[in-house]
């Protein structure tokens, strides 16, 4: 499944038309710690709440391939069953071998031409770029499906080393069509300025899986928040 908007709607987008792009989604990511039978009940749930959920990625740093592997066997079908893209977060080769919709690299990952080469024309390839304009530039000429900003809010996910704030995200949708992922302690209570200032996608984590009211309950609150603060 792409993430990425229709190319009449780019096109418009690209000439800066107003409502062009389509309506901010959810960017799935599993938790840090990940048990995989609990985590595919929960999985099954928030992609059941009805909530626009375009991607989830699979990201697992520090474990064995034969584990992601497992792991991707066992929840890609359920992101399939819900016509969600299956992400993996870093190995291209992989997100070759399980068969996953595309890869998101970090700045240390690997080039973005050398996973398409890999992973194929329709695969969607994320790269990270931080705050930084320069990097997403190179990474839309190099050919990303889309690129994704952060941390715009502390996080206990991973170790925030770089921050970015919400005019990157207006910035970049006024000069590209290609598709804005804001990325970094995301939750229902702060994300009403980055979709107004232009994310495409909002990636979230533990505002998910660690809801007290549960995955289902969390995904449904965050599109409410979505809807009513979009432009």
Not at 7 to 17: K, P
Not at 82 to 106: P, Q, S, T, W, Y
Request: hydrophobic share 50%.
């Amino acid at each position: 499944m792409a993430i990425e908007p229709a190319s009449a709607e780019d096109f418009a987008a690209f000439l800066g038309i107003e409502d062009a792009r389509p309506a901010c989604q959810i960017y799935l990511i599993s938790p840090p710690e990940l048990d995989l039978g609990a985590h595919a009940v929960a999985l099954q749930a928030a992609l059941a709440a009805g909530a626009p959920v375009a991607a989830y990625q699979l990201r697992m740093k520090d474990h064995a391939d034969a584990a992601i592997l497992k792991a991707a066997e066992r929840l890609l079908p359920i992101c399939q069953a819900a016509d969600v893209a299956f992400i993996l977060n870093d190995r291209a080769d992989l997100a070759k071998a399980c068969g996953a919709d595309g890869v998101h690299l970090g700045q240390k990952d690997g080039a973005v031409e050398a996973a398409r080469a890999l992973l194929g024309h329709d695969a969607q390839i994320g790269v990270t770029c931080h705050g930084s304009r320069h990097l997403a530039m190179e990474a839309g000429e190099a050919g990303a499906s889309y690129v994704a900003f952060g941390a715009f809010f502390p996080t206990h996910t991973k170790l925030v080393e770089h921050h970015a704030t919400p005019d990157i995200l207006s910035w970049w949708t006024a000069i590209s069509p290609i598709p804005c992922v804001a990325i970094g302690g995301i939750t229902a209570d702060n994300c009403g300025p980055l979709v107004r200032a232009g994310a495409d996608f909002l990636a979230v984590s533990s505002a998910v899986w660690a809801f007290p009211d549960g995955p289902a309950a969390a995904v449904s609150r965050l599109a409410d928040e979505i809807h009513s603060s979009k432009p």
